[in-house]
């Protein structure tokens, strides 16, 4: 199971034209999921680094740079290296 993001990666950089317009990603999803970041409550440090996190997404939300990247993903600019 991959995401379509990383499906069209994968089509695009290991697959010949002619195989990848073969290959499509069903409309419907089979899993849904959300991704969380998680600070555990036993370390005393988790709550600086949670309160850090949260002000530097809400900074990467208001100047739109969180928009911006998270289309880069949907749009498959982030390929990984070989």
């Known amino acids: 199971m991959f995401s379509d993001t990383a499906m069209q990666s ?26 969380h970041v998680l600070f555990p409550k036993s370390r005393k440090e ?17 100047t739109g740079e969180f928009e911006r990247q998270w289309q880069r993903l949907l749009n498959g600019e982030f390929v990984p290296e070989r």
């Open 46 to 62: 988790s709550v600086v680094l949670r309160d850090q996190f949260n002000r530097g997404l809400q900074t990467l939300k208001a």
């Open 10 to 35: 994968l089509l695009t950089n290991h697959f010949p034209s002619l195989q990848k317009d073969k290959i499509r990603a069903h409309p419907r999803p089979f899993l849904n999921y959300r991704a």
